[in-house]
């Protein structure tokens, strides 16, 4: 089998997605994930500009030589561009060794190891009873897990905090949206809306929350330290992750389990927090980390140190980035929990994949491959709109992590 032809589709069905399409002298075609969010076109010019010359006349099936050529091989390594360019591609080659096998890629990975890929859905709202009306919607719906973020008073916007009970999302057409931050605001609205969360909602649901990288290490070990008593499945990204020195004051002060990994786009941005114990849940992405190759790599070195796999899923990577959550999920031994927001009916249109949700669960199904089709057509009648994520400013008018 070789590679013949290969190329990228933007399109805005609903949101900007950006999919490599490779294409084999077999008739065969894999699909990759190629969004970065804000930042579409960069990965769509790397991989027509860089890439996708080099895949020509290529053996599809040699996923792991091609990895390290693509990696090694541009000199200039990593980065979340460099690093989601590769990622599609390995997402396209084992979606396609798949179909060759005519297997679903979580047979390629192992095989299932549970019964479904439970996740968590996101439960937000403007004050603390909207954020909990909202998770008595996903309780409904049959979700375990629920993540809870709510409006700050005083703040005009938070963020998490969306435009209607299924959807968030954060990304605007036209220039950036300006956001305003107060530490102490939201240092003391947090743990009212978890309290109240155990009061009404009861202790069989799991409670998590989304920090969004805006707190210094003290800051955030005394949130850890103050949602103690709520009993959390997880605080994610309490501190930017890139002060990975910064997670070790927060674990000596706190037993509130901590997850990291959203910006992550190598193994070496996750290995002292894994071998430290630094971190409960990696929450690596597996279209930014390049893939499902350097994913389980990431998986195993975890499962060594006791740390458990806990995706990044949101809805601006496109459903085959979440194809390839779930078919890992299933198949990893130290799976923990998986992110999981809704795409709209307009993305799942262009979209159409065997993936089903039931139970609280994610089940990736027994179609070959990914089980992630793009419909062309529908996609054409989306077009690419320029968008940006927001910026985030003190009340002082200083520049904080969004
Ligand atoms: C999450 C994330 C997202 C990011 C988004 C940025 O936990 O799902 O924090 O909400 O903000 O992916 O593009
Ligand atoms: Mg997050």
Not at 150 to 162: A, E, I, K, N, S
């Amino acid at each position: 089998m070789k590679i013949v032809d290969a190329k990228v589709v933007v399109c805005s069905p609903g949101r900007n997605f950006a999919t490599l399409k490779v294409i084999t002298d077999e008739g065969a075609h894999g699909l990759g994930d190629a969004t970065l969010n804000g930042r579409e076109l960069a990965v769509a010019s790397y991989l027509t500009d860089h890439v996708i010359p080099l895949l020509l006349g290529r053996d599809p099936s040699r996923i792991e030589d091609l990895w390290h050529e693509l990696h090694k091989g541009a000199y200039w390594r990593g980065g979340p561009v460099t690093m989601s360019a590769i990622g599609a591609v390995d997402l396209a080659l084992w979606d396609l060794k798949g179909k060759a096998l005519d297997t679903p890629v979580h047979n390629l990975l192992g095989g299932a190891a549970r019964r479904g890929v439970t996740v968590y859905g996101h439960a937000n709202g403007t004050d603390v009873d909207a954020a909990l009306d909202a998770a008595r919607g996903y309780l409904d719906l049959g979700y375990e897990a629920v993540r809870l973020q709510c409006g700050v008073p005083g703040l005009d916007r938070t963020y998490g905090v969306g435009r209607g009970d299924l959807y968030y999302e954060p990304a605007q057409e036209g220039m950036p949206l300006q956001e305003t931050w107060s530490t102490d605001a939201y240092l003391r609205m947090v743990p009212e809306l978890f309290a109240a969360a155990r009061d009404q909602l009861g202790w069989e649901v799991r409670l998590l929350h989304d920090v969004h990288h805006r707190l210094t290490p003290i800051e955030a070990a005394r949130l850890g330290k103050s949602l103690e008593d709520y009993g959390l499945t997880w605080l994610e990204d309490a501190v930017p992750a890139e002060l990975q020195e910064g997670f070790r004051l927060v674990r000596q002060h706190t037993t509130t389990p901590l997850a990291v990994g959203e910006v992550f786009n190598r193994i070496t941005d996750c290995h002292t927090l894994i071998t430290e114990q630094l971190i409960d849940y990696i929450r690596v992405t597996p279209a930014h980390i390049g893939g499902l190759t350097p994913l389980l790599r990431v998986a195993h070195l975890a499962e060594l140190y006791h740390v458990r796999t806990g995706c990044h899923g949101p809805t601006d990577l496109s459903p085959v980035n979440l194809a390839a959550s779930a078919h890992f999920g299933l198949a990893v031994h130290n799976f923990g929990l998986q992110e999981y927001m809704r795409h709209t009916p307009e993305t799942d249109a262009v979209f159409p994949h065997a993936y089903t949700f039931a139970d609280g669960m994610l089940h990736p199904g027994d179609a070959p491959g990914l089980g992630v089709d793009l419909d062309e057509d529908a996609a054409a009648a989306h077009p690419y709109r320029p968008a940006y994520l927001p910026v985030n400013r003190k009340l002082d008018g200083t520049v904080h992590s969004w």
